[in-house]
Structure formats: structure tokens, C-alpha cells
């Protein structure tokens, strides 16, 4: 039972370049979430997706966009990395809103 | 503006002690309550929860309190073992959305 997969585990980019975060849920959930965490700092919302074609925004969504065009994947995209958005970022999901959130390992992102 | 609070960014208890972590919140319409523990390069895994219409709620070695009137509610950890050494956040649901804490690291030494 796989749950919430998360690639890749780590990440360097430089300022400018874009690149996607990917999340896979083996759950039939319907709630996914992204979610980044700075050293020191709580777990922050970036968007999150109450079924297939429906995304909204959650606390820091600058900088982001998502996409979920099926049940299992919600991918993350960065168009122009920044130093700012360096940090760990963590997909979730439930079943239904503020239901348990089960969490992917995360992908910690490193820009230079 | 911070909803949920956890004012102890670390905490340190001897092995077999009993573990207590705090976690403040100011939004009454909160209506559910809940603790992850994440481990270095894992997620947060869901550990216990509490409806707001309880005061307690226990699972093993783990007990949720819940004080309504104070906004306070805390985890009790008893006895604690070296697998507690952790990071705890506490979150809270209100309008079906959920708010995390900054989280408290537990040490527990031998």
C-alpha cells in the first residue's frame, strides 16, 4: 500500500529555472494539498484540489500553480525559481475536508 | 495572525517520564483537534485527534486533553520511549480547512 508517493526527494535548482513536484495517491481520495515547511516554521498551504479539475488557492500560493486532471495525481509547478522558495515541500490528502491528511515523505527543494 | 500555537519550539524528558506538549489556539469555531508526529525526512504522520465536544481522548500510551474555556489543549506521552523523539505538530479544523502549529521537537534522553 503505497498511500502518498512523492518525486524527487531532493532537488537543486538555479534562480530561473522551473521544474514540477510530483504526487501520486493510491487512496481514492478526493482532497490532495500542497503544503511547504521552512526551518523553524509550520506546515503552510500552498494549493490545494477538492476533486479532478478543481484546484484552489491555500496561504502562500505565489510563485506556484497545480493542475489535477485525475483522482491520483496532483503535480506542483515552479515556473521561476527563487531563493524564497527554498524549503521541504509535502503533499497530503483525505478523503474529505478536514478529514486525517495523509502525508508524502516530501521533496526538499534547494535554490541557488 | 497565528491560530494554533505551540509556544515550546523543544522539549526534553528522561525515558519512562511522562511527555507533555502544548498547543494554544484562538479560533472558538475550531471544531477538531489533532496531533502529528513527523520524523527527520518523513512526513507527518497522524497520531491522535479530539473532538471539541470531548475533554479526553486516549489511545495507549498517548492522551489528548482538551480545555474549551482556556483554548488549550495539550499530549500527554506516558512513559516515554526513545521512538518519541519526534517533531509534534498539533492542527486544529474550523470551516473544513486545517491549521497546523509550528510544531515542538521532543528529545527523550536516555
Known amino acids: 500500500n503505497a498511500g502518498v508517493t512523492q518525486t524527487p526527494k531532493f532537488r537543486i535548482l538555479k534562480i530561473g529555472q522551473s521544474m514540477t513536484l510530483q504526487c501520486t495517491q493510491d487512496?481514492?481520495?478526493?482532497?490532495m494539498y500542497w503544503y511547504r515547511q521552512d526551518p523553524g516554521m509550520g506546515l503552510k498551504l500552498i494549493y490545494y484540489?477538492?476533486?479532478?479539475?478543481?484546484?484552489d488557492k491555500g496561504e502562500v500560493p505565489n510563485g506556484y500553480n497545480v493542475s489535477r486532471s485525475t483522482t491520483e495525481d496532483f503535480p506542483l509547478r515552479l515556473e521561476l525559481a527563487a531563493p524564497s522558495q527554498t524549503s521541504v515541500y509535502f503533499c497530503?490528502?483525505?478523503?474529505?475536508?478536514?478529514?486525517?491528511?495523509?502525508f508524502g515523505p516530501g521533496t526538499r527543494l534547494t535554490v541557488l | 495572525d497565528q491560530q494554533v500555537k505551540q509556544n515550546s519550539p523543544s522539549l526534553s524528558v528522561q525515558e519512562g517520564r511522562i511527555s507533555i506538549l502544548n498547543c494554544d489556539y484562538t479560533?472558538?469555531?475550531?471544531?477538531?483537534f489533532l496531533w502529528y508526529k513527523k520524523y527527520p525526512a518523513e512526513g507527518p504522520t497522524f497520531l491522535i485527534s479530539?473532538?471539541?465536544?470531548?475533554d479526553k481522548n486516549e489511545d495507549g500510551r498517548f492522551t489528548v486533553f482538551l480545555n474549551k474555556s482556556a483554548k488549550h489543549l495539550s499530549l500527554h506521552i506516558v512513559p516515554s520511549q526513545p521512538g518519541d523523539s519526534a517533531v509534534y505538530f498539533c492542527?486544529?479544523?474550523?470551516?473544513?480547512?486545517?491549521?497546523f502549529g509550528k510544531g515542538t521537537r521532543l528529545h527523550i534522553l536516555p
Open positions: 497530503a490528502s483525505s478523503y474529505r475536508a478536514g478529514d486525517t491528511q495523509y
Open positions: 487512496m481514492n481520495h478526493n482532497y
Open positions: 484540489s477538492v476533486g479532478a479539475g478543481i484546484t
Open positions: 479560533n472558538s469555531m475550531f471544531d477538531y
Open positions: 479530539i473532538s471539541s465536544i470531548k
Open positions: 492542527a486544529a479544523r474550523g470551516a473544513g480547512k486545517i491549521i
